[in-house]
Structure formats: C-alpha cells, structure tokens
C-alpha cells in the first residue's frame, strides 16, 4: 500500500495550493482520507477529512472556510485545496487512509500515511 502525496511547493502569502494524495494498493472508495500537517518544531495537526461519502467532510476550525477536500474514485486520489495562504500554513502536508473511517482529527484512527510534501508560504 502506498500513499504519494504530491503537489507541494513555495506559495506566495495570499496565494492557493492543490495537493493531490494518489492511493494504491487499496480501493479509497472504502477509506476516509485526513489531511494532516507539520510545521517545524510543532506536532502534527489535523487540517480536514472526508469520508467514503462526498457529502460527509470535517475542516480544522484553523482553515474552515479557505479548505475543501474532495476525491476522485476513477483516479483513487484525493485532493486537498487551500486558499488564502499565509505563514502559518507552512508545513509538510501529509494524506491518511482510515478504512471505513470518520475523518476524525485522530491520528491513531488511520491506517496507511503517506510520506508527505512540503508546503512553504512566502510573505
């Protein structure tokens, strides 16, 4: 099982990102997906999930409203868009598989991780 997070890069303050979580080895139709992200020096941070259901989504409080995750089963991939950039959501963004799941902010809830990207906010 593999999950390849990808997308990430140097964004300018104001600006968007698209991560993309390419899944296999597993059928993402059965799994919730949780975005989580690291900054230096802090802990791993819930930002948002999304069950197996396209209608069932859960946003950190932090990025509600500049957030939105969303999947695409032909491609087993899920996507993390976030607008509105600024420092401090600089980070290694990292996608998690949970079979069956809740896209709870739960780390131990998840079952597959990927190896994560690196997303740097310039002002």
């Known amino acids: 099982v593999q999950l390849q997070a990808s997308g990430g890069g140097l964004v300018q303050a104001g600006g968007s990102l698209r991560l993309s979580c390419a899944v296999h080895g597993l059928d993402l139709d059965y799994y919730a997906i949780g975005w989580y992200r690291q900054a230096p020096g802090k802990e791993r941070e819930f930002v948002g999930g999304a069950r197996e259901s396209p209608d069932h989504v859960n946003y950190s409080d932090s990025v509600k409203g500049r957030i939105t995750i969303s999947r695409d089963s032909a491609k087993n991939t899920a996507y993390l868009e976030m607008n509105d950039l600024d420092s401090e959501d600089t980070g290694t963004y990292y996608c998690?598989?949970?079979?069956?799941?809740?896209?709870?902010?739960?780390?131990?809830?998840?079952?597959?991780w990927g190896q994560g990207t690196l997303v740097t906010v310039s002002s």
């Open positions: 998690a598989a949970d079979l069956g799941g809740w896209a709870t902010p739960i780390v131990d809830d998840y079952d597959w």
